[in-house]
């Protein structure tokens, strides 16, 4: 668990990165943040991972004050930056041994842990001995993904982790997000990619000018918001518009009527009504609210 308080980033003297921010990342949880360029998301994730420290407020890890105890805090935080942090020229091997004794395990656990971890990211036993700047990008990105959780730490902190990933790559970045949530973990991750953050995220988050301007769970964005329905009909008649009216605003286009309504109708029980009328039902898809309409609506932009 992640708990912020009022934290603030300021550089220079007017220009703040993060603006009051608190909130609380629980364990067990994927929390998607989103949000234009240079809204903040990598500088909040930067603090949290402690590569930048806050100016004002203060950040627990734990339990352990990031500031006040440092290590311990650190200890329970793993950071995928959005580019590698790793040196360029030393063998990726040697880099894992040497900063897994710092985070607390033995040479041989961290070579064995390192060695368990690239191959279940997917990199071929004869990269191992490379150095980082022989890799292609999608290469170090899986290497940055294993040194991050080397010591198997309960906060991963993951900035833009789709990038330079083919689809293959995309689905294992995914996968390994559910799975570590469902290990108990809080997973925080920033990504310009709303298609796949939706499908792992449990809460997501906008960040406009450094603040938190509004979060809503996948539970309740389901359940609100706008639902488009499509629907073709074989056997139309002057009742069936009525019908459909009653539902939301109704639209037809050749054959289709496009229904949109509210995300709490339920609009389950349509198919049974329009089946029991007698109706020779063709195409019926709805399609539910997504993290893109929450982005995009204006009211979520409001200060």
């Known amino acids: 668990m992640i708990e912020v308080n009022n934290i603030s980033k300021v550089y220079g003297k007017s220009m703040e990165g993060i603006n009051k921010i608190s909130y609380t990342f629980e364990g067990g949880q994927v929390y998607g943040l989103v949000g234009p360029n240079g809204a903040g998301k990598t500088t909040l994730i930067r603090m949290l991972s402690g590569s930048h420290s806050q100016s004002y407020g203060s950040i627990s890890i734990d339990n352990y004050d990031i500031i006040k105890e440092r290590e311990k805090a650190l200890m329970q935080v793993g950071w995928m930056p959005d580019t590698s942090i790793l040196n360029g020229y030393w063998r990726i091997i040697d880099q894992f041994e040497y900063f897994g004794v710092l985070r607390g395990l033995t ?153 949109t309504c509210n995300a709490g109708e339920k609009i389950e029980d349509l198919n049974s009504s329009l089946v029991k009328r007698g109706y020779k039902v063709i195409l019926f898809k709805s399609e539910k609210p997504t993290v893109e309409d929450f982005y995009f609506s204006k009211e979520k932009h409001e200060s």
């Open 107 to 259: 040479d041989v656990e961290a070579r064995n842990k390192g060695i368990e971890l690239l191959k279940q990211f997917g990199i071929d036993q004869k990269l191992w001995n490379k150095t980082m700047r022989k890799l292609s990008l999608g290469q170090r990105r899986r290497v940055s993904l294993a040194f991050a959780v080397l010591n198997d730490p309960q906060n991963i902190l993951m900035d833009e982790p789709y990038n330079g990933f083919d689809p293959d790559g995309i689905r294992m970045i995914s996968e390994f997000i559910i799975k570590e949530k469902n290990r108990g973990k809080t997973v925080i991750v920033s990504s310009h990619i709303l298609k796949e953050l939706e499908s792992v995220a449990d809460t997501v988050i906008l960040i406009e000018k450094g603040r938190i301007v509004d979060s809503i769970s996948k539970e309740i964005l389901e359940k609100s918001g706008t639902l488009k329905v499509t629907l073709e009909i074989g056997n139309p008649d002057d009742m069936l518009g009525e019908m459909l009216q009653s539902m939301g605003d109704v639209r037809k286009i050749g054959n289709r009527y496009e229904i």
